[in-house]
């Protein structure tokens, strides 16, 4: 029987906790499947690690490809879809634990809904309370009960036959820190179906502070995604319901920005950033008030030495600014 799922596992240097979720995940895959692992680089040979664990299971087939260099974990992401030669892919992340039964859910899934090209699944990362679908690019970010859910990559399942004349732009988006998406959004026309379910797949773990996108890569580059939108009532959908999942407030940008402006002593840098983040997420937000806000910030970069004291002597403000770290310190944990 001809494989039509692959799993994807784009990996580096977590060659132990690699092992222990492969031991969770091999006894589940079945001749529907194979397995496929991007090793990026890492400093001890994936294949060396996991020998002796794949000869324990022979019935499995099992490709190990390894890049010369480190490409990134996005590109890396991207070279799972690139090689994966079935219909379906599981792209796999290597610190997350498969749940039991989770391969026979996404077969399961795939033979339902045969006319998919997305098939999401309930994480961590959401409160899917229902099953439902989307047609079309607009429908489905409109009706996105959780960006989060659609941004954490295990929790979804490609059908690459379908976005494969589209990596390119995967590649091209990369610094969203979702080229998965990216690819997604671009193959949505209206004909193409998403799915989204109730089953789990995996157990998150909460990734070490080291592991973690950088909060600055975060704050500029997810907001990129608005570009593959063709009209601005999904472009405004889009940059809603990535405020609403745990993207920080603009008060929680500034005073990110600004500690790091601090400690580089590069307010014109944090100056421009500044401006990237509220003239794409925040450009939406055009009420007087809001108006006022932005531009009243703006001065902290333009004028940092007479700015900052000022804010710091005014309780209120020093307050409300402080109190903004929490949204930041929730932001990087979910990267």
Same mark, same amino acid.
């Given at each position: 029987?001809?494989?039509?799922?692959?799993?994807?596992?784009?990996?580096?240097?977590?060659?132990?906790?690699?092992?222990?979720?492969?031991?969770?995940?091999?006894?589940?895959?079945?001749?529907?499947?194979?397995?496929?692992?991007?090793?990026?680089?890492?400093?001890?040979?994936?294949?060396?690690?996991?020998?002796?664990?794949?000869?324990?299971?022979?019935?499995?087939?099992?490709?190990?490809?390894?890049?010369?260099?480190?490409?990134?974990?996005?590109?890396?992401?991207?070279?799972?879809?690139?090689?994966?030669?079935?219909?379906?892919?599981?792209?796999?992340?290597?610190?997350?634990?498969?749940?039991?039964?989770?391969?026979?859910?996404?077969?399961?899934?795939?033979?339902?809904?045969?006319?998919?090209?997305?098939?999401?699944?309930?994480?961590?990362?959401?409160?899917?309370?229902?099953?439902?679908?989307?047609?079309?690019?607009?429908?489905?970010?409109?009706?996105?009960?959780?960006?989060?859910?659609?941004?954490?990559?295990?929790?979804?399942?490609?059908?690459?036959?379908?976005?494969?004349?589209?990596? =390119?732009?995967?590649?091209?988006?990369?610094?969203? @820190? #979702? !080229?998965?998406? /990216? %690819?997604?959004?671009?193959?949505?026309? *209206?004909?193409?179906?998403?799915?989204?379910?109730?089953?789990?797949?995996?157990?998150?773990?909460?990734?070490?502070?080291?592991?973690?996108?950088?909060?600055?890569?975060?704050?500029?580059?997810?907001?990129?995604?608005?570009?593959?939108?063709?009209?601005?009532?999904?472009?405004?959908?889009?940059?809603?319901?990535?405020?609403?999942?745990?993207?920080?407030?603009?008060?929680?940008?500034?005073?990110?920005?600004?500690?790091?402006?601090?400690?580089?002593?590069?307010?014109?840098?944090?100056?421009?950033?500044?401006?990237?983040?509220?003239?794409?997420?925040?450009?939406?937000?055009?009420?007087?008030?809001?108006?006022? =806000?932005?531009?009243?910030?703006?001065?902290?970069? @333009? #004028? !940092?030495?007479? /700015? %900052?004291?000022?804010?710091?002597?005014? *309780?209120?403000?020093?307050?409300?600014?402080?109190?903004?770290?929490?949204?930041?310190?929730?932001?990087?944990?979910?990267?």
């Amino acid at each position: 029987m001809k494989p039509t799922l692959t799993i994807a596992i784009p990996t580096y240097n977590r060659n132990d906790t690699l092992r222990r979720n492969l031991a969770l995940l091999l006894p589940q895959i079945t001749e529907q499947c194979c397995l496929l692992i991007v090793d990026n680089a890492s400093t001890v040979p994936v294949a060396e690690t996991l020998s002796d664990l794949l000869e324990e299971h022979p019935q499995v087939q099992v490709a190990i490809r390894r890049n010369p260099v480190n490409i990134g974990a996005c590109a890396n992401v991207l070279r799972c879809l690139e090689i994966a030669e079935t219909e379906w892919v599981w792209t796999l992340s290597d610190d997350d634990e498969p749940l039991a039964g989770c391969v026979a859910t996404i077969l399961g899934a795939v033979a339902s809904h045969p006319d998919a090209v997305y098939l999401n699944f309930a994480s961590e990362h959401g409160n899917r309370t229902r099953a439902y679908s989307t047609s079309g690019q607009s429908e489905f970010v409109e009706a996105l009960d959780s960006f989060d859910a659609v941004l954490f990559l295990p929790s979804g399942v490609l059908r690459r036959t379908a976005l494969r004349d589209h990596f =390119k732009i995967g590649y091209m988006y990369a610094y969203s @820190l #979702a !080229p998965h998406l /990216a %690819v997604l959004l671009s193959v949505l026309g *209206p004909d193409k179906r998403c799915y989204f379910l109730s089953d789990r797949l995996i157990k998150w773990t909460m990734p070490c502070s080291e592991q973690r996108w950088p909060l600055r890569s975060y704050l500029l580059g997810i907001a990129t995604l608005e570009e593959l939108l063709e009209c601005g009532a999904s472009r405004k959908a889009l940059a809603q319901k990535i405020l609403a999942g745990g993207y920080p407030s603009l008060e929680g940008c500034v005073v990110y920005l600004i500690k790091y402006a601090m400690s580089k002593n590069s307010y014109t840098r944090c100056l421009h950033e500044y401006d990237q983040v509220v003239n794409r997420l925040y450009y939406f937000k055009r009420s007087p008030l809001w108006r006022l =806000k932005k531009m009243l910030y703006r001065l902290i970069f @333009l #004028a !940092p030495r007479i /700015a %900052v004291p000022v804010l710091a002597s005014m *309780p209120a403000i020093a307050r409300r600014l402080k109190n903004s770290c929490p949204e930041i310190a929730t932001a990087e944990e979910r990267l």
